[in-house]
């Protein structure tokens, strides 16, 4: 590139190198995704964006690979290295509107028939500012590309340092001329699917759009199951319709999360922070292999084990910081104290009692909560162990909301589910001490402001923690293979117990265990695992526990 489009580039630059601080995704794409920079790379992007093109650039140039606003020669044909599959305004002839994307790719196409031996490696790139879901009936926010100046300038200054660009494996177009061929019709095909692996690369990173929370409160009143529940309460209670009514409405207020992406944002930040104070580092492993469960469209219900307060915060970060949305999570009913509480919901915590029994109608809203949250497609995050591990041992599994998770799908309409188990562990537990205490004997303190102050103005350095991603069960599979008449118990409306609910509730536990386990060992070097072997053994014995602190 030379002339005026590359003086055009720099001046543009300028600005963003100062407003934009993006990531990419994975941290190291060349090794990670196995490009293979001796042969060419092109870039495939959704928007016709010179924002999204220059942090591309950016991120290119950091990890060693080919930069995109360099074309690409070969066999003395001069192409851009770079593709965008929707159009825009041009205002160079390197720029590729939507007409003229399907003639780049046949371009491409056309070289690999007349040249064997070439094999150009096609790499779609998402690059994403903010990641705001927005609301059912809320006005559609017009994407950055259709912003005008002003507008982008402004935008850009306020999303710049929330965004990422996430590199996808690549394609190999030598692979597509030998086994689809060549003409156009499969360059129309390539610029299809493109269309398509955005789309869902997309709603991966930002998730369903959110409903107004009295809109979902109305939607659940209106459920069959809730309006059954409600009218046993005033049956059984001797109330009125109305006074049953508010009781659920009620509930649903104490169970719901108030999802909030300015909040997510914002404690994005506080943690960073807190986290580069409190650990040497935090190691994750196997994140692609969630990724790529989001993008096929999977209901994806995380599981990991629960060793301290810290795993709620960290996983939400984790997979924030790989380019997926932060799952909604079932917290214990203790952690909904000012103001911890409102801070917790706006994080997507949902509130659950320690026991549902002899309470049918909380049980019900619940049941038809977690139903409507995996039927709109969020993803879900419970600990299947109940409650943290004093000792670093796996606690044995509460099958509840295993159950309940179960029963959703027998309610018929849900995506596929799948359950990921994850092992959450740290060189040091910030609630040792108070487990050490616990294991000696002391009543359990119920959570509170003085009490999370207190242990927050002792956090020091924790060593290193480590979200390494087990291997995924896929619910529906599962069922198949243990349970082939699993789908004649598909009720839309009743809560279904079968016969083969319970004992197959505990053997999906006990897997799930299992693959936590794994989970935990496969990464971790010899040192670590002696180091947490070490722990657990101290908190056991609450003098070596003490020495340890």
């Known amino acids: 590139m030379s002339g005026w489009p590359r003086i055009y580039y720099k001046l543009l630059n300028l600005p963003l190198s100062i407003l934009v601080k993006s990531k990419s995704i994975p941290a190291e794409p060349a090794q990670e995704l196995g490009l293979d920079t001796s042969r060419p790379i092109m870039y495939v992007l959704p928007y016709n964006s010179k924002a999204d093109l ?53 371009d491409y196409l056309d070289l690999h ?48 340092r929330d965004s990422f660009v996430r590199f996808s494996p690549s394609v190999s177009l030598r692979r597509m001329a030998d086994e689809h061929g060549t003409d156009k019709i499969i360059a129309q095909k390539l610029a299809r699917v493109a269309r398509m692996h955005f789309a869902r690369q997309r709603l991966a990173a930002v998730g369903p759009r959110l409903p107004a929370r009295q809109d979902l409160f ?56 807190t986290w580069n104070r409190l650990y040497q580092g935090i190691n994750v492993h196997n994140a692609e292999r969630v990724r790529q469960l989001a993008h096929d469209g999977h209901e994806i219900v995380y599981v990991p084990c629960h060793r301290s307060h810290m795993d709620y915060l960290l996983l939400s970060y984790v997979l924030y910081h790989q380019g997926l949305v932060p799952p909604h999570i079932a917290a214990g ?42 039927s709109r497609g969020y993803s879900v995050e419970y600990f299947v162990e109940g409650g943290r591990s004093r000792t670093g041992r796996l606690l044995d599994p509460k099958t509840g909301t295993l159950s309940m998770t179960i029963q959703a799908m027998l309610r018929g309409g849900t995506r596929p589910i799948t359950l990921v188990p994850i092992y959450i562990g740290y060189e040091h537990v910030m609630e040792v001490g108070t487990y050490a205490k616990e294991l000696r004997g002391a009543t359990k303190e119920k959570e509170s402001l003085p009490q999370m102050l207190k242990g927050l103005s002792k956090l020091r350095n924790l060593g290193q923690g480590y979200v390494n991603f087990g291997e995924p069960m896929p619910l529906m599979t599962y069922l198949n293979q243990h349970v082939p008449e699993w789908r004649e118990s598909i009720d839309p409306i009743e809560a279904i117990r079968p ?38 053994s101290a908190l056991a014995h609450p003098r070596a526990a003490h020495r340890t602190a």
């Open 54 to 106: 220059l942090t591309l650039r950016a991120q290119c140039l950091a990890h060693d690979l080919p930069d995109p606003l360099e074309p690409l020669e070969i066999d003395g044909a001069l192409l851009p290295r770079y593709v965008f599959i929707h159009g825009g305004p041009r205002v160079f002839t390197y720029y590729t509107p939507k007409e003229e994307s399907v003639k780049l790719f046949h």
């Open 113 to 160: 028939r007349s040249n064997p031996a070439l094999d150009v490696q096609m790499v779609p790139v998402s690059v994403m500012f903010g990641r705001a879901p927005g609301r059912e009936k809320g006005e559609d926010n017009p994407p950055l590309r259709m912003l005008n100046g002003v507008q982008k300038f402004f935008a850009i200054s306020w999303l710049g």
């Open 218 to 273: 109305n939607k659940l009143l209106a459920s069959k199951a809730i309006a059954r529940a409600v009218e046993d309460e005033a049956r059984s209670k001797k109330i009125s319709h109305e006074k049953a009514q508010q009781n659920a409405i009620a509930l649903m207020e104490e169970i719901a999360a108030n999802f909030s992406y300015e909040m997510i944002r914002l404690t994005d930040r506080i943690l960073g922070f």
């Open 333 to 374: 009913i203790n952690l909904n104290f000012w103001p911890a509480g409102p801070i917790f919901r706006r994080l997507g915590a949902f509130f659950i009692r320690r026991t549902f029994k002899g309470n049918k109608l909380y049980s019900t809203v619940f049941r038809e909560y977690l139903g409507e949250l995996f």
């Open 499 to 536: 016969a083969w609910l319970t004992p197959t509730v505990n053997s999906i536990a006990a897997d799930l265990m299992v693959r936590i386990n794994n989970a935990g060992a496969a990464k971790r070097d010899e040192p670590v695992l002696y180091r947490a072997v070490g722990v657990a």
